[in-house]
Every structure is written in structure tokens, then in C-alpha cells.
């Protein structure tokens, strides 16, 4: 999968938390990655460095292949904060908070690929899904759903 291949829908400020309670809802115990793209990667010149390349910076993966057990939305002090929960099948689960300032479903084939954070630190948080598929499309069911 290239990054041609998918497509990104901005979601509107006002929909980030019914998105984010839908797409746990749809992909609860999918298997995920998630990387960040460091906003130090994508502009140093602007920190009065010199600028590294002008190819894409790399994303940094943070976790790999573990299941989404939870994405939660909250507005303390009216600035938005989401913390998604990820965990392997030994029950050893990862926390991670992300200060959304854009939120980006990204779709390949009609079908989620992940979610996209866009970060106010500048940072971008991705998470895309092993194998994107519609829901429907999917037989069987997780552990956390039995």
C-alpha cells in the first residue's frame, strides 16, 4: 500500500468525538500500527538548522501489530485530548495520548485504512490498520467481543 493509495476525509471539529466513538466501535481489537512524524523532522530549517533533505520525512513506528482496545475523546479545559489504548494478546497494554488539532480518516478501497493526528506540537500520530476491510466484509469475531 502507497501513500497514493489512500485517501484522507478531514473530519469538521465538531464531529472528532462521535468519529473517534464510531471508529472504536467499528474496529475494536484490529490490529494496528502507529507511527509519529516528528514536526523536527518535516521544517528544521525553520529551528535555524539546516534542512535535512526535501524528501518525506520517515515516521518513527511506535508500536506494531497490537490490537485497539480503546480511543478515548475528552475536552479538559476545552482543549481536546485523545488517549488510544493498544495491547497484545499477552495483556500487556500501551497508552498514548495525542493533542489532536486536525483528525483524518484514512481510507483505501472504500475501507478504513486508520485515523490520522494531525498534532498542535506540530507532530503527526498515524495509526493505519494491518489489513484495511470493511466490517462488514470481516467473518468472525474478537476476543474482547466474545
Do not use: K, Y
Not at 529551528?47 to 511506535?62: A, D, I, V
Not at 499477552?90 to 495520548?97: F, N
Amino acid at each position: 500500500m502507497t501513500e497514493i493509495d489512500n485517501r484522507l476525509e478531514s473530519i469538521p471539529r465538531q464531529r472528532w468525538q462521535d468519529t473517534c466513538e464510531r471508529f472504536l466501535h467499528r474496529h475494536r481489537g484490529w490490529l494496528v500500527s502507529i507511527s509519529e512524524t516528528s514536526a523536527r523532522d518535516t521544517d528544521t530549517e525553520a529551528l535555524g538548522q539546516p534542512q535535512r533533505s526535501t524528501s518525506e520525512p520517515q515516521p518513527r513506528e511506535l508500536v506494531s501489530d497490537v490490537a485497539l482496545h480503546n480511543l478515548v475523546f475528552a475536552e479538559p479545559d476545552g482543549a481536546p485530548e485523545l488517549t488510544l489504548v493498544v495491547g497484545d494478546s499477552g495483556g500487556s497494554e500501551t497508552s498514548l495520548s495525542v493533542q489532536p488539532q486536525a483528525i483524518m480518516l484514512e481510507r483505501q478501497d472504500h475501507a478504513d485504512a486508520g485515523i490520522r493526528f494531525a498534532q498542535r506540537d506540530g507532530n503527526q500520530v498515524r495509526v493505519l490498520f494491518r489489513v484495511p476491510a470493511v466490517p462488514e466484509a470481516l467473518d468472525g469475531l474478537t476476543d474482547h467481543e466474545l
